[in-house]
């Protein structure tokens, strides 16, 4: 959450089961902060690969949703599907 509110990212991947604040919690507040132009993909990472699970996800306000365990192909496809160019805009 603070990394979120400290600076503009282009995307983030969210972790559902995390201590003290979930990541649905999580995504609310970061998009109860977030100016309209600044708006971050948000992509669920998620052991939950149960009915409803990705409704949930996206109800809270994530973009996609990811079950674990997550492969490097998956991830590719979801990185082609949400950031422009497929790529972290020339960024490591």
């Given at each position: ?18 201590p ?23 992509l ?25 365990p ?23």
């Open positions: 959450m603070e990394a979120a509110q400290a600076r503009r990212y282009d995307l983030i991947l969210m972790d559902c089961q995390m003290e604040l979930d990541g649905y919690q999580a995504t609310q507040a970061i998009r109860e902060a977030e100016a309209p132009e600044g708006r971050a993909v948000i669920a990472m998620t052991a939950n690969a149960m009915e409803g699970d990705r409704e949930r996800c996206l109800a809270a306000g994530m973009d996609d949703y990811l079950p674990k997550v492969t490097l192909d998956a991830l590719r496809e979801a990185l082609g599907r949400w950031l422009p160019g497929g790529s972290l805009r020339g960024r490591p």
